[in-house]
């Protein structure tokens, strides 16, 4: 038994105390505990990973935007032990041999745990995938990829047939009906073109399935977020979405969907967040080339990265007193564990040995230079973060001193 010692986020607390980790399981939580090895951490603080339920790793076919390994190092960096990856990659995983064929590709290449989802697509045979998914991701606005979905008789077939698998099912939810498609030369452009209505009205057309297992993602407004809670739907919401307006810059690197919304409109939505309105992070880390998001506005493609990012910025605003450890721990790690059914989250006996150490006294400046994403660029350059120190996944130590020592031992969750 390998024992690490320090301060526990243990049953909501931060306490003195010790871990003791076995075949990748906690089995103690103790006081004091005697291993084979005891690593002392001393006053830092001992975090359960985290998991993010929205990466697109393009793996397979756009590996040079993105690939498992690269990916999961940017998310080991990160604090985060587990990744949820999209299914909009080429080609994408709408069956069971697509979804076979994925998993094939990425086995042995990654640094975390991972799970997949599959998209909904017309006809799609949702009993072939479902076991081995982490679930289901529905498309109700045009974005990367060519999964969109949102005639309401595909919208209703789709969400009823994937609800009664048990799975829970992740919606883009961006009415594609009222989407423009005006050009644009700037972020209030793309706004105009995705206004904050669609979003409303994809999550109000919502209600029939109401107290299924939908999760929202990447949510830009405390109406939706609302609503959507209204419906007993889980939510999602991104750092960026949180941290930046529509006049943040016209660089298409801040060119995403959903759009980043105006001053008002995101700064009511941080305050949702505050007031632990959203239930969990998902970074929706959505790698371009540069060259790629240094296009034109118009043609650049959507996506911002920040898997490796959002929780070191978020333990910043903890140290900060902007947001509580508590908080913090729930919407990274604990509230995503239970809505995708997995047993991580949490320090606990039983659960997976996830976790992440962090030394307060370590804030450092993001730079995109020392960032393991293959996209060379942060919208958060310059922004304060506490990276990890330590990282174990699974019972191995993956991150030591702030440097990766680990092998591509993640596993797939839903195997
Ligand atoms: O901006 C986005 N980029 N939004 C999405 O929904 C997809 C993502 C991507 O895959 O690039
Ligand atoms: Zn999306
Ligand atoms: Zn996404």
New binding site residues.
Partial sequence: MIVIEGRIFYNGSLTQGAVGIEDGKITDVKKVLRGDRNIDLGDRIILPGAVDPHV?FRDPGMTGKEDFVSGSTAALYGGVTCVLD?P?TKPPVTDARSLDDKKRTIKGRSFVDYGLFAALTKGCDVLSMAAKVAGFKL?MGS???DLLMNDPSDVHWSITAAARTGKRISI?AEDDSMIHRNEEKNNRDHLRNRPVSAEHNAISRLSPYKGMKVNI??ITDAHSAALASSFGFTTEVTAHHLLFDDSVSDSGEY????PLRDRKTKDALYKAFIDDKITMFGS?H?P?TIDEKQRIYNDA????PGVETYVPMMMDMVKRGKITVQHLVKMSSAAPSQAFGIKKGMIKKGYDADIAVYDMRLSKRIRARELHSKASYTPYEGRDAIFPDMVIVNGNIQLKDGELCGDMTGRDMFE
């Fill in positions: 697109h999209m909009n498309f974005t990367t990829g883009h993602c990447h060119k995403v969907n959903p929706d959505a371009h493609p959507s996506g911002i």
